[in-house]
């Protein structure tokens, strides 16, 4: 199985519809009238500057609060709009170039979706719930209705613009599941994309017997902070070496930031290694997404507790956002290297092997066929010495003053990083 040709050039900008337009939390919920579905699109040229070609939405679907309890899938929720709102955001979303990915809860319904009872997993009263939420109903996935209501819900919007799905919680719904639903799915749509929510487990395996595309790269999000915070490129380089594996087979959804984690930047202990995290996204291989406000460097930590979501879901005003000098370092940043991960597309294949490991300096090189990169992070308080065993190196990215055009070593300040390009290699 093949992924789409298109996802070999998609870079995501993620948002939260639901606290994105102010609908939730609110203590009074907009009505449909308010059309608050389309502040999205108001936020297109953003995505565009940014060097974003895809939009990935959380919910949008009909439920009664935060959107993962949805009640009706072939409605949109009525605190942003109707349909003529989607339709509205698909058509600017075209007139642009942008892809569209929907969220899709099929794992739980919320308690008030209106189904027979055999569609739910258990009996009344004794209900599965997901995780221990009692709002939240498994489906019968055994369910030949289920089946087909998953597969029509999917086709429907699809039909109606959308280009793929993120499937919530896909790790814990049989995968026999979604080998039955995505063939039907793909038969009348073969240009669609779909990315499993999967947290932790084998990757490699769920996508081949679930038919995923892609999954969320759980694994390399976790090393990639972990690492830089623990001072342990150890850890980080054993991720890239699994990510190499699965790249092999299929793209991961990679990720430094999503609506459902702390913020890169309130998770990271030292400010400067945002950077880092960031240039580690845009070097290796897979589908690189952004969460709206990670680009302006915004703060935001999730807690375990009832609301501990909403502040990583903050509301958006009207663009362009106010930014101080720190935010706008932080956006220059974003849009070079998204800029340079565009440039150089076959990093969507790229696999990575370690030039040098040590705790708290990493040199490694990216590569795919006979094109490559090669990537020097430094995380300590005194210079990385690189010199390159191959050659002469262009340096097209890093920190500190401009670099040479053409160089056979390069010394890496102190929390320092450096792109560089071998003199061989195409472009």
Request: aromatic share 12%; no cysteine.
């Given at each position: 199985?093949?992924a789409?040709?298109?996802?070999?050039?998609?870079?995501?900008?993620?948002?939260?519809?639901?606290?994105?337009?102010g609908?939730?939390?609110?203590?009074?919920?907009?009505?449909?009238?308010?059309?608050?579905?389309?502040r999205?699109?108001?936020?297109?040229d953003?995505?565009?500057e940014?060097?974003?070609?895809?939009?990935?939405?959380?919910?949008?679907?009909?439920?009664?609060?935060?959107?993962y309890?949805?009640?009706?899938?072939?409605?949109?929720?009525?605190?942003?709009?109707?349909?003529?709102?989607?339709?509205?955001?698909?058509?600017?979303?075209?007139?642009?170039?942008?892809?569209?990915?929907?969220?899709?809860?099929?794992?739980?319904?919320?308690?008030e979706?209106?189904?027979d009872?055999?569609?739910?997993?258990?009996?009344?009263?004794?209900?599965?719930?997901?995780?221990?939420?009692?709002?939240?109903?498994?489906?019968?996935?055994?369910?030949?209705?289920?089946?087909?209501?998953?597969?029509?819900?999917?086709?429907?919007?699809?039909?109606?613009?959308?280009?793929?799905?993120?499937?919530?919680?896909?790790?814990?719904?049989?995968?026999?599941?979604?080998?039955?639903v995505?063939?039907?799915?793909?038969?009348?749509?073969?240009?669609a994309?779909?990315?499993?929510?999967?947290?932790?487990?084998?990757?490699?395996?769920?996508?081949?017997?679930?038919?995923?595309?892609?999954?969320?790269?759980?694994?390399?999000?976790?090393?990639?902070?972990?690492?830089?915070?623990?001072?342990?490129?150890?850890?980080?380089?054993?991720?890239?070496?699994?990510?190499?594996?699965?790249?092999?087979?299929?793209?991961?959804?990679?990720?430094?930031?999503?609506?459902?984690?702390?913020?890169?930047?309130?998770?990271?202990?030292?400010?400067?290694?945002?950077?880092?995290?960031?240039?580690?996204?845009?070097?290796?291989?897979?589908?690189?997404?952004?969460?709206?406000?990670?680009?302006?460097?915004?703060?935001?930590?999730?807690?375990?507790?009832?609301?501990?979501?909403?502040?990583?879901?903050?509301e958006?005003?009207?663009?362009?956002?106010?930014?101080?000098?720190?935010?706008?370092?932080?956006?220059?940043?974003?849009?070079?290297?998204?800029?340079?991960?565009?440039?150089?597309?076959?990093?969507?294949?790229?696999?990575?092997?370690?030039?040098?490991l040590?705790?708290?300096?990493?040199?490694?090189?990216?590569?795919?066929?006979?094109?490559?990169?090669v990537?020097?992070?430094?995380?300590?308080?005194k210079?990385?010495?690189?010199?390159?065993?191959?050659?002469?190196?262009?340096?097209?990215?890093?920190?500190?003053?401009?670099?040479?055009?053409?160089?056979?070593?390069?010394?890496?300040e102190?929390?320092?990083?450096?792109?560089?390009?071998?003199?061989?290699?195409?472009?």
């Open positions: 199985m093949t789409p040709a298109w996802v070999e050039h998609v870079i995501w900008w993620h948002v939260y519809p639901l606290g994105f337009v609908a939730f939390p609110a203590d009074t919920p907009p009505e449909p009238g308010e059309h608050r579905l389309r999205i699109a108001g936020w297109f953003h995505a565009i940014l060097g974003a070609s895809g939009i990935a939405l959380g919910p949008i679907f009909a439920s009664r609060t935060h959107g309890d949805t009640t009706d899938h072939y409605r949109i929720d009525p605190r942003l709009g109707d349909d003529d709102d989607f339709d509205h955001l698909i058509t600017e979303a075209r007139r642009r170039g942008l892809r569209v990915l929907l969220d899709g809860v099929f794992n739980h319904v919320g308690f979706f209106d189904a009872a055999r569609w739910l997993r258990g009996r009344p009263g004794r209900f599965h719930t997901f995780e221990g939420h009692g709002d939240l109903l498994t489906l019968n996935h055994d369910n030949p209705d289920v089946v087909d209501y998953v597969a029509d819900v999917m086709a429907h919007w699809l039909r109606r613009g959308a280009d793929g799905w993120r499937l919530d919680a896909a790790y814990a719904v049989p995968q026999s599941f979604w080998a039955t995505l063939p039907r799915v793909r038969r009348r749509h073969p240009e994309w779909f990315v499993g929510e999967l947290i932790h487990g084998d990757y490699a395996s769920a996508v081949r017997e679930a038919g995923f595309d892609s999954v969320t790269q759980y694994e390399l999000w976790k090393a990639i902070w972990s690492g830089l915070n623990d001072g342990n490129f150890f850890e980080l380089d054993h991720a890239l070496q699994r990510h190499s594996d699965f790249v092999t087979s299929f793209a991961p959804l990679t990720f430094i930031g999503n609506h459902d984690v702390t913020r890169i930047a309130s998770r990271l202990q030292r400010p400067e290694h945002l950077a880092h995290a960031l240039v580690i996204l845009m070097t290796v291989g897979g589908v690189p997404s952004i969460y709206a406000g990670d680009e302006f460097g915004y703060q935001g930590i999730k807690e375990e507790r009832f609301g501990g979501d909403d502040a990583v879901r903050p958006f005003g009207t663009p362009p956002a106010q930014l101080d000098s720190r935010g706008l370092e932080i956006w220059s940043l974003h849009q070079y290297l998204i800029g340079m991960r565009r440039r150089h597309p076959w990093l969507h294949r790229a696999s990575t092997s370690a030039l040098r040590e705790n708290r300096q990493y040199l490694y090189r990216t590569s795919h066929g006979d094109q490559s990169l990537v020097a992070l430094n995380i300590d308080d210079n990385m010495e690189v010199r390159l065993d191959s050659g002469s190196a262009e340096v097209i990215a890093g920190s500190g003053a401009p670099p040479p055009e053409s160089v056979d070593s390069v010394s890496v102190p929390h320092g990083w450096r792109v560089l390009r071998p003199v061989h290699d195409n472009r």
